[in-house]
């Protein structure tokens, strides 16, 4: 999941011109790319970690019993 902005940006499929703009602007703005790049990862691991998995997977099997 991307935050526009965060850990990534977003283009409508149909706006090719931005979509341009957006690959021109972290093909030349190295610090950035790379911050989004790193906030993604965080955010990936934050979310789909095998430990909150499993932790939320048992509270749904505790609570349906």
Not at 31 to 39: V, Y
Request: hydrophobic share 40%; net charge positive; glycine share 8%.
């Amino acid at each position: 999941i991307i935050t526009h902005g965060e850990t990534g940006l977003l283009v409508p499929t149909s706006e090719r011109m931005q979509l341009a703009r957006e690959c021109r602007f972290l093909l030349q703005d190295s610090p950035r790319r790379l911050a989004l790049g790193r906030a993604a990862r965080e955010a990936a691991l934050r979310t789909w970690a095998i430990e909150p998995l499993v932790g939320t997977l048992r509270e749904v099997y505790q609570r349906t019993g």
